[in-house]
């Protein structure tokens, strides 16, 4: 099984970009966005659980990231609004076959599939 994401790109800031996660014909029961910025570890940044559409988000992008589910295309999307230098960064989308409850979504380790990346670059 693989995972797609795209829509990265370069976007001043302020500006708006959707990404977009999809698996090979199947759904899971939790994603999940992560990124890592040069020389930073990888963060958690959203995830949401298929089953109820419940979400997380980390604080920095609480009220401009929002991250939301297309059953009918088993397509995950993060839409990313008034982005900021510091969300320049490469974003993973990852996935898991279990439904994590919500205080979970943040642990990396918890997610058995990964997509390649996409480059986010938010500047001027």
């Known amino acids: 099984v693989q995972l797609q994401a795209s829509g990265g790109g370069l976007v001043q800031p302020g500006g708006s970009l959707r990404l977009t996660c999809a698996a090979s014909?199947?759904?899971?029961?939790?994603y999940a966005w992560f990124r890592q910025a040069p020389g930073k570890e990888r963060e958690f940044v959203t995830g949401?659980?298929?089953?109820?559409?419940?979400?997380k988000y980390t604080d920095s992008v609480k009220g401009r990231f929002t991250i939301s589910r297309e059953k009918a295309n088993k397509t995950v999307y993060l839409q990313m609004n008034s982005l900021k230098p510091e969300d320049t960064a490469v974003y993973y989308c990852?996935?898991?076959?279990?439904?994590?409850?919500?205080?979970?979504?943040?642990?990396?380790?918890?997610?058995?599939?990964w997509g390649p990346g996409t480059q986010v670059t938010v500047s001027s």
């Open positions: 014909g199947r759904s899971f029961g939790t």
């Open positions: 990852a996935a898991d076959s279990r439904s994590w409850i919500i205080g979970s979504m943040g642990r990396a380790d918890l997610y058995d599939y």
């Open positions: 949401i659980r298929w089953s109820d559409g419940n979400t």
